[in-house]
């Protein structure tokens, strides 16, 4: 099975844009010079979401996958230990008491780990703390891609930026 990273996935995304602009006009028989340009820029535009989307998406798994192993873990880290903190208020707050952290903590909501890591980093790494801010920013358009695009589109983050 093929593993993607956040380098391939930008691989890829490089390659299709490439692809698109050097399209020949052949493909474009019966559309006029307008539609052909808009019909182009609108792929290109559907590309760029559909990338920032699996980007965020691998991404989002990443955090979890390392949320969840340091709950398993147990180490004395200070983002371990605050990642505990917060699995257990977590597990209060939904009376989950009884079940495994790993378990009852699953589904924790993401913005909660970006702000518990914000937290973390407070007075110690600045550009970090920004970082996590903007990142979680980005996954208002992740979930309105994701849950049927209803609303209003939020900001499209450049796949190159995340």
Known sequence: MR???????????????????????????SFTPTERDEF?????????KDYAFKLLTLLE????EDFLVSLKRRKRD???????DLCEEYRRE??????????????????????????CFRDIDE????????????????NWYAHGRIRTMPVVPDPEDI
């Open 3 to 29: 593993e993607f990273t956040c380098d391939s996935l930008l691989e890829w995304y490089a390659l299709l844009q490439q692809n698109v602009r050097d399209l020949g006009d052949e493909h474009f028989e």
């Open 40 to 48: 182009r820029a609108d792929l290109l535009e559907e590309i760029r």
């Open 127 to 142: 550009a970090f703390r920004r970082v996590c801010s903007v990142t979680k920013g980005y996954f208002g358009f992740r």
């Open 61 to 64: 798994a990443g955090i979890r």
């Open 94 to 119: 939904t009376r989950q008491v009884g079940k495994q952290a790993t378990q009852a903590c699953r589904r924790i909501p993401l913005e909660r780990i970006f702000d518990e890591l914000r937290e």
């Open 78 to 84: 200070r983002v371990s230990r605050a990642y505990r």
